[in-house]
């Protein structure tokens, strides 16, 4: 779901600033500075139910992704699944408890032989060759126990111990990259916003301008073609209108699958909201070495070759041997009535062990030792990828940043030369063409500051989920 949501989101600011935003993508991994999340769910809920449109702020909108969102719910029920796969294992420690009522028919003289006696009715003088039929009627009360199954069941208990731990972990990963998934589309939300007011500025200025044109053109002071260039400027101007406030719908419901909301239910983000640049790129070292420690990803990783190395262990306990444990007590009788007299109780030790197997259990031990290299294997992947996350988040901050001074300077200069252009177009110095030129480049730099900061805010968040922050 994440996946598919923040790839909704990206389109969409791409197309909103199509100049600057091109090569935006949404990572699944990486982090910087943690943002103080203190705020409860149950207070978000209070806070945000007073009310029929609730607006969300930053942490809000965390909180309540975090309460609703179905990837978090269903890492909760794998964890109870974890929690009943434990118990499962240590039913093995357990007594097995079976009640059993049979009934049977028999003429075959030996088997009579032995129900008469079970019943309590031998009699010396009949005929033991030919008895005749009889019937049995046994009420029993069975109990298996387990005494020693070469280690299989202990393995196999604290295999499913660390299951749960594992579950536990993987819910801690999907629960930090769910929140930076919420702070990069909330931020996302207000870049498209901030693109479609430079839309809106835009068609302001060139309307504004086409109309003293055409009261030029009318006067015959201005050729027909600088009319018609500004018309086109114009068009293009709305077009870009309609589809930066289409976006801003498109962000706005990726938003919403994150945070659990359908497309019908309310959604509004605080217009005050804060941008809150970071101010500064932290050391390198310093959070590599924090996102190896305690990434969730990892620390499962190491949960699983700890379950497999149990799992290789019961599998070689299958050449040990096995030794059960087992009593009955029941009665035997013609009528199914009940007696002391009849009742009887069976106990004994059976044990066991496999002389051949078809080189099952050697294949089974060949399969776990193969299951416990790829575990090893993968933990190794993981741990190049989250380097990459953190050193491609790192350089992104690093580079944000500085882009940031760059466009407001950009800015500075482009506003200046539009001014500067605009009264040498009302004076009659320059072009329509070179009027235009301005406006263009005065939307390129507001649109290149909107991705500056986005793109800062973005990678202070990777850098976050990175070192595990939201774990």
Request: aromatic share 6%.
């Amino acid at each position: 779901m994440l996946r598919v949501t923040k790839k909704t989101i990206i389109n969409a600011i791409v197309f909103a600033v199509p100049l600057s935003f091109s090569t935006i993508t949404f990572s699944q991994d990486q982090q910087n500075q943690a943002l103080d999340l203190s705020v409860s769910a149950d207070h978000t809920q209070s806070s945000l139910s007073s009310t029929q449109e609730p607006v969300y702020s930053l942490e809000q909108a965390v909180e309540y992704a975090l309460a609703h969102n179905p990837d978090l719910q269903i890492a909760q029920q794998r964890i109870v699944q974890a929690e009943a796969q434990l118990g499962e294992a240590l039913s093995s420690f357990y007594p097995q408890v079976t009640a059993r009522y049979s009934y049977q028919y028999t003429e075959n003289p030996a088997m009579v032989f032995t129900h008469t006696i079970n019943q309590r009715r031998l009699d010396f003088n009949s005929d033991f060759n030919h008895p005749g039929g009889t019937q049995n009627l046994r009420p029993e009360v069975l109990a298996n126990f387990s005494l020693f199954r070469g280690g299989q069941d202990y393995q196999l208990s604290k295999a499913a111990e660390l299951g749960i731990e594992t579950a536990v972990l993987k819910k801690s990963a999907i629960r930090n990259r769910l929140t930076q998934a919420v702070i990069s589309a909330y931020y996302g939300y207000l870049a498209t916003q901030e693109a479609y007011k430079v839309t809106e500025s835009s068609i302001k200025a060139i309307s504004s301008e086409l109309k003293q044109s055409r009261t030029r053109f009318e006067a015959g002071d201005l050729l027909k073609s600088d009319v018609l260039s500004l018309e086109v400027q114009l068009a293009e101007a709305e077009d870009a209108k309609i589809r930066a406030k289409n976006n801003i719908e498109l962000v706005k419901t990726g938003l919403k699958t994150l945070l659990g909301l359908t497309i019908d239910q309310p959604l509004t983000i605080g217009q005050n909201a804060d941008w809150q640049l970071p101010s500064s790129v932290p050391d390198f070292s310093e959070i590599l070495d924090i996102a190896l420690q305690q990434r969730p990803e990892i620390q499962a990783a190491e949960k699983q070759i700890a379950i497999q190395q149990r799992m290789l262990s019961a599998a070689k306990g299958a050449h040990l041997p096995r030794a059960d444990g087992y009593v009955s007590y029941g009665q035997d009788s013609r009528d199914g009535s009940f007696s002391s007299n009849r009742d009887h109780v069976t106990a004994g030790v059976t044990v066991e062990m496999d002389i051949f197997s078809g080189f099952a259990t050697t294949e089974r031990i060949n399969k776990a030792q193969s299951k416990l290299t790829e575990i090893q294997v993968t933990k190794r992947r993981i741990q190049l990828n989250i380097e990459n996350e953190v050193k491609t988040a790192y350089l992104r901050l690093q580079e944000a940043l500085v882009r940031i001074d760059i466009t407001n300077a950009a800015i500075a200069s482009a506003e200046e030369a539009r001014r500067m252009v605009k009264e040498q177009r009302q004076a009659g110095a320059v072009t329509v063409t070179r009027y235009i030129e301005s406006e263009v480049a005065r939307d390129k730099s507001h649109s290149r500051a909107i991705a500056a900061k986005f793109d800062a805010l973005r990678a202070e968040a990777e850098l976050n989920k990175a070192q595990g922050l939201w774990r």
